[in-house]
């Protein structure tokens, strides 16, 4: 396959490293966890407050919590969430599907449309509508997101009544569902459109100089054939781990847009989590997507080998 | 040639917003720590109006150009030093070296930025200066990624392989003969991050985490909607702020994307990951 | 794409709703499906599961759930009855053994309300309607404690042994006038609906709808374009500017309720300048007291008093109210031993050293926080100012990291401990939001008097003397007294605004009704 004994190693051992990190850091940071949970007034009952402490398990010292943090990951128990009153890993996988709703289509949309126009705009010369185009893709990439999904709320639900103004759904059926999602899957897709535009044109343009494009002219293929078949794929090796990587790190791309638009997905909870020192929700979800990038990098190296036959030789 | 003159306006676009961060203080009409008449509209005295406090907002807006670009610039320059060291090492040293820092360049590209981002930033309310560090730590890996295929490439060339003949030192031999080369790939790496900075900086920032007391332009754009900027139509206070980070970001990476193109060996992934 | 547009299409032609069922707007979110706690939840069931008693808007005790109580000479044994006409919605009687089961339940599961479980003696139930609880020390404020007590049948949580990670619809099963139906936390929606069994004054409302926002700006987009008819924050308003706006509109009335709700200055008083009485006034005096009106609240607000304690608790003692005055504030700094020796603008003590202080407070406080510096730096006094978030300030107050901290008050809690706000700086006490910074046996001594005491006469005398302490003493200034502005969509009428709850509580459902008659 490719794959030699020290590099599986190290993935391991990077796992394990993030892994202890995604357990300290939390615990690093100020403020006692339990300060939310308690309330406004707390008559000094010490007793009540080493209650919760005991069942959260924030009692015994630090390498022992270390060890149960272990014992945890390999039986997949998240424990509970204090905040959400539930099972953490139930709640992550309630969550799990919408976001994916979101992003999912996104990533897909956003990597074949971008890829398609970059290759034709780095393909083609420098016409005005091509810079023009090109120029477009530059400003919406450079936007700060929010600040084009506001835009976009702003303009198409708020002035123009066209769409709903937050939410996942109403009333739950499949129309009403894509039309809540309609706004944020345009906005994050325009976003992701406009960079692998951006990525896949340079890319053609460092192929197009390439000799075997010449070569290829050379022997009668040309056109279509010539794009797609031949430099398309050359081109969009470098977009393969990017695009795994968009894969990998889904949650926290769709965090911002699930702010602006109210959706109660994977992005809030980790937003939320933060804020409220969820200490066992934060773990899982950190845990979740490491293990989500991790699976993305591997298959981008898979993907990579496959397409690109000079790395099988090695 | 077309991208160099690309290359050279944007330089040139580049050192005008700097000049405007440096001399802010002079640019500015007002102090934007004075107060106004609050929520007074564009008027001959306030260009764009006041915002809630009173503050002149075109003062304001002047006075941002310099945390915004500050913290781009200074994580941009952590992150590019740090790779650069990495890189460097990775790609030049013997296999042990190279596995331990490409291991440690894997873990950090595993960490999910925008939300330790929102961990940090909510926890540490960190000042500009620590903000650029932290944000430079989190974008290193790409750049040492990169520098690191690049000097693996470079190291097989000939005109190394004689500087090693001829006996010269081996940190000679990185700085003098291959980090040159390299150069134009790290110059539009730096600018990548620049961009790439700013719009995090301006996301947490939007979301009301960072220090409320760093006035960049991402913080201007949460008061702007907190403070009742949206539901008055206040454009004026919205839209400007935004409007300045994405023409800072557009200036920086279409000059990064010439840079790319005259570059010499010209490398993937140089937009930002 | 297309077929998103075209159910966007269709939206025109879903039924028109009914005109009585109230939307409410929130930006608090429900995070689980527990009534007992969620925070939110918590407030929210105020319809579905009334408290024994309520506040009216003079911040008098009424009875709601209850009708009477007793209370026996040393406060340890209170008697409480329960009204005839409450039914729970699966239609069983709310009877006295379900409020001593909910004392001992939620006493006991809930780690805020430990306390009372901890001190409960026994329960005892005289007759269906009649429940007793008997405490192991005198609690005089157990009828405030019980305007905000949940009160659970016991039919359905007794065989429940882990309330925390219960989340079955029967827990919805309540007695006042509205239920919840559903709730659906993707949609963002939770549904109220009637429930068959209540007795009391029928409400003119069908339905009841609360929408959860993520973000107020959009809150406020919805209220103004008509999908929400209101919108209700915990012990805060609606933004002032955004209010402005609406009553420009004119769909909307904008109703101004007085709150006990105060933002102020806290000083740290274990270390120089804090300690210090004269700084403590000079503080006061540096203020500009109506900019920060005019300027934080938009004028919404009330100027403070000087007794601390807000009008609008009883035996508020009317006391000269506090003006700006730099040059008194310089010369109370003067007297102090701050002068400025170098000229550089700022003071320094006697040892030298610049007078350099540390302001901390939360990003609410931001803007005030700001304000408050700039009035110091006028009167020689540097502030630096840290703002953090929650959680930090909560933990660096606790450590007394800080010389000034701006936070402020809810209702609920200047009513804690021995009320009037002495639950914020009892340095016996701690919370969220305590300051517990006094240690003053004057102060605590005035404190324990007022748990102890029942004569309303000495009650009246120990308040009073409890204002003069605070305006002699100054532990903390107070900036502004807030003031909650709700606005409503004319649509509805019949508003009922509570000290506690604003408009959530069960008497406003009773009484808000849509303007021109029920469709």
Not at chain 1, 46 to 67: C, F, H, K, S, T
Not at chain 2, 75 to 96: C, D, E, K, P
Not at chain 2, 208 to 219: A, E, F, I, K, Y
Not at chain 2, 238 to 256: K, N, Q
Request: charge should be positive; proline fraction near 6%; include cysteine.
């Amino acid at each position: 396959m490719g794959f030699n004994k020290t590099r599986l190693l190290r993935v391991l051992l990077a796992l394990f490293f993030i892994f202890t990190l995604n357990f300290l850091i939390p615990r690093m940071m100020p403020g006692d966890p339990l300060v939310f949970l308690m309330g406004e007034d707390v008559v000094l009952d010490p007793g009540a407050m080493d209650e919760l402490r005991v069942e959260m398990g924030l009692d015994q010292p630090l390498w022992r919590q270390y060890i149960r943090y272990w014992g945890r990951i390999v039986t997949l128990d998240f424990g509970y969430s204090y905040h959400y009153n539930q099972k953490v890993s139930a709640l992550i996988l309630s969550r799990i599907p919408w976001t994916l709703g979101l992003m999912l289509p996104v990533i897909l949309l956003g990597g074949i449309l971008g890829m398609v126009t970059g290759t034709l705009s780095g393909w083609k010369g420098d016409s005005r509508l091509n810079r023009g185009f090109t120029t477009l893709n530059l400003v919406i990439y450079s936007t700060p997101p929010y600040f084009l999904a506001l835009a976009c709320l702003y303009v198409f639900s708020v002035r123009l009544e066209l769409f709903p103004l937050k939410g996942f759904m109403d009333s739950g059926t499949l129309p009403d569902i894509l039309h809540h999602y309609f706004l944020p899957v345009l906005v994050l897709t325009a976003f992701f459109a406009s960079r692998n535009f951006l990525l896949m044109r340079g890319s053609v343009r460092q192929e197009k100089k390439k000799w075997y494009v010449l070569r290829a002219r050379s022997m009668g293929i040309h056109g279509p054939r010539l794009v797609f078949g031949h430099v398309f794929v050359n081109a969009a090796l470098p977009m393969v781990t990017m695009i795994a990587l968009d894969f990998g790190f889904l949650f926290s791309g769709a965090l911002l847009v699930e702010i602006v638009f109210s959706m109660n997905g994977m992005g809030i909870l980790i937003y939320e989590a933060v804020l409220s020192r969820d200490y066992p929700l934060l773990q899982g979800i950190f845990l979740v997507i490491t293990l989500m990038v991790v699976l993305a990098n591997l298959a981008a190296e898979i993907c990579y080998h496959r397409l690109d036959p000079r790395l099988r030789i090695q | 040639m077309k991208a160099q003159k690309r290359k050279t306006r944007g330089a040139f676009l580049m050192l005008a917003w700097l000049l405007v961060a440096v001399f802010a203080g002079m640019i500015a009409p007002h102090d934007p720590s004075r107060r106004f008449e609050p929520y007074s509209p564009p008027g001959s005295r306030h260009l764009l109006g006041t915002n809630d406090m009173g503050y002149d907002i075109l003062s304001e807006l002047i006075m941002g150009t310099r945390i915004s670009l500050l913290v781009g610039l200074a994580t941009a320059a952590v992150a590019t030093l740090v790779g650069l060291a990495a890189g460097l090492a990775a790609g030049y040293s013997g296999r042990f070296l190279d596995e331990i820092l490409t291991g440690l360049i894997d873990v950090f590209l595993m960490i999910p930025r925008i939300p330790m981002l929102i961990l940090l930033s909510a926890f540490m309310q960190p000042g500009a200066l620590t903000l650029s560090i932290l944000l430079g730590l989190l974008w290193w890996p790409p750049i040492a990624r990169i520098v690191r295929s690049a000097t693996l490439q470079e190291k097989k060339a000939a005109f190394v392989e004689s500087a090693v003949c001829l006996g010269f030192s081996r940190p000679r031999i990185l700085l003098g003969e291959i980090l040159p080369n390299i150069m134009p790939v790290v110059k539009a790496k730096f600018l990548m991050t620049f961009a790439s900075a700013m719009i995090a900086e301006a996301s947490i920032s939007f979301l009301g985490l960072g220090n409320p007391l760093l006035r960049s332009w991402g913080r201007m754009l949460y008061t702007a909607f907190n403070k009742g900027g949206l539901i008055h139509g206040m454009y004026w206070w919205i839209l400007p702020p935004g409007f300045c980070i994405a023409a800072v970001v557009v200036t920086v990476m279409a000059t990064g994307m010439a840079l790319e193109e005259t570059g010499r060996s010209p490398k993937r992934e140089v937009l930002r990951p | 794409m297309l077929v998103a547009l075209w159910a966007g299409c269709a939206r025109p032609t879903e039924n028109p709703l009914p005109k009585n069922r109230l939307k409410i707007g929130t930006v608090h979110r429900v995070k689980s499906r527990n009534i007992l706690f969620d925070k939110a939840l918590g407030v929210f069931i105020n319809l579905s599961h009334p408290h024994l008693f309520a506040l009216d808007p003079d911040g008098e005790i009424r009875g709601l759930l209850s009708d009477d109580y007793r209370v026996s000479e040393d406060f340890t044994r209170w008697t409480f009855r329960v009204r005839d006409h409450y039914f729970w919605s699966d239609g069983l009687p709310v009877t006295a053994s379900d409020v001593t089961f909910s004392v001992k339940y939620v006493g006991r599961h809930v780690p805020s309300r430990r306390w009372m479980e901890r001190s409960l003696v026994r329960t005892e139930v005289l007759d269906p309607k009649t429940a007793v609880l008997v405490f192991d020390q005198p609690r005089t404020n157990m009828d405030i404690e019980f305007t905000s007590f949940p009160i659970i049948p016991r039919h359905v949580w007794e065989n429940i042994p882990r309330p925390r990670f219960y989340s079955e619809n029967r827990q919805f099963i309540g007695c006042g006038p509205f239920i919840i139906a559903g709730m659906d936390l993707n949609a963002g929606v939770i549904r109220l609906r009637k429930n068959s069994y209540w007795k009391g004054p029928r409400p003119a409302l069908e339905e009841v709808e609360i929408h959860m926002y993520h973000n107020l700006d959009v809150l406020s987009l919805a209220l103004e374009r008509g999908d929400i008819d209101t919108c209700y924050k915990y012990a805060d308003t609606y933004p002032y500017t955004s209010a402005q706006r609406l009553a420009e509109t004119g769909r909307f009335t904008i109703k101004k309720t007085r709150t006990t709700g105060l933002t102020f200055i806290g000083f740290n008083l274990k270390r120089a300048p804090g300690n210090q009485l004269g700084f403590r006034r000079a503080v006061a005096r540096a203020l500009d007291y109506r900019e920060i009106q005019k300027l934080i609240t938009s004028g919404y607000g009330d100027p403070p008093g000087a007794g601390f304690v807000p009008r609008g608790m009883p035996y508020f003692l009317e006391l000269e109210k506090p003006t700006r005055d730099p040059g008194e504030a310089e010369r109370l700094l003067e007297a102090c031993g701050y002068r400025d020796s170098d000229g550089d603008g700022i003071r320094e003590n006697a040892d030298g050293k610049p007078l350099k202080l540390v302001l901390l407070s939360t990003t609410r406080h931001h803007r005030m926080s700001e304000l408050v510096a700039e009035y110091l730096g006028g009167v020689g006094v540097e502030v630096e100012l840290r703002i953090v978030e929650s959680a930090t300030w909560v933990a660096m107050k606790d450590e007394y990291d800080y010389h000034l901290t701006i936070t402020r008050t809810t209702p609920w809690g200047m009513r804690m401990h021995a009320g009037y706000g002495t639950g914020y700086f009892d340095a016996r006490r701690t919370g969220e939001g305590v300051l517990h910074t006094v240690s003053d046996p004057a102060f605590l001594g005035i404190c324990d008097s007022l748990l102890a005491v029942r004569d309303p006469k000495k009650k009246k005398s120990l308040a009073r003397a409890l204002q003069q302490y605070y305006a002699r003493n100054l532990p903390a200034v107070a900036l502004v007294q807030r003031v909650i502005v709700t606005p409503t969509n004319v649509r509805f009428t019949g508003w009922y605004h509570d000290p506690l709850f604003g408009i959530f509580n069960l008497q406003n459902f009773l009484t808000v009704r849509p303007a021109h008659g029920i469709q």
